[in-house]
C-alpha cells in the first residue's frame, strides 16, 4: 500500500526525461515527501492495477497523492508535482492548470512521443545516489 503521509510518483525507469523528472523533484523537494517507483517494478504493477491501470504502458507518469485518492496521469501529474514543490514552482502549476486538459494533455504526449529520441532511453533503471535510496519504493 501507498505511504499515507508521502505522494508517490511512478515514471517510466528507463526514460532519460522521466529521470531527469526524478531529479528535478529530489532536488525541490525540501520536505522530501515524494516518494519514487519506476512503472517497471513489482511495486507499480501492484499499487497500479488496483486502479485498473497497466504499468506497462510507459508513455506517461502517475502520481497518487494518498491512498484511495485516484491517480494523477500525463499533464495533471505534473501540476500536481509542481502545486506540491511550492513556491515558484506553484505558479508554474497554476499557469498550467488554466489550459484545458485536452490541449495540456495534447502537448504531454507530443513530448511523450518522442522522449527517448530526444533525451535517450537507458538499458536499465539507474539506482538513485544513496543519500535519496530510502525514497523509493521498488529497490
Given at each position: 500500500?501507498?505511504d ?8 517510466d ?25 519506476s512503472l ?5 504493477t501492484?499499487i ?6 497497466d504499468p506497462?504502458?510507459?508513455?506517461t ?20 508535482i ?25 502537448g ?6 518522442h ?8 538499458e ?10 530510502d525514497?523509493f519504493?521498488d529497490?
Open positions: 500500500m501507498p499515507s503521509a508521502n505522494p508517490i510518483l511512478f515514471y525507469g528507463v526514460c532519460g526525461l522521466c529521470n531527469r523528472l526524478v531529479q528535478f523533484v529530489l532536488k525541490r523537494d525540501t520536505a522530501a515527501s515524494f516518494r519514487f517507483a517497471q517494478s513489482d511495486y507499480a501492484q497500479l492495477q488496483q486502479d485498473a491501470l506497462q504502458v510507459l508513455d507518469v502517475y502520481v497518487i497523492e494518498a491512498p484511495g485518492a485516484q491517480p494523477k496521469s500525463r499533464s495533471d501529474a505534473v501540476i500536481s509542481l502545486r506540491a514543490l511550492g513556491g515558484l514552482w506553484s505558479a508554474v502549476a497554476i499557469s498550467l492548470s488554466i489550459l484545458p486538459r485536452p490541449l495540456r494533455d495534447w504531454y504526449n507530443i513530448v511523450a512521443r522522449r527517448y529520441r530526444i533525451f535517450g532511453k537507458f536499465s533503471c539507474p539506482l538513485p545516489e544513496k543519500k535519496y535510496q525514497r519504493l529497490m
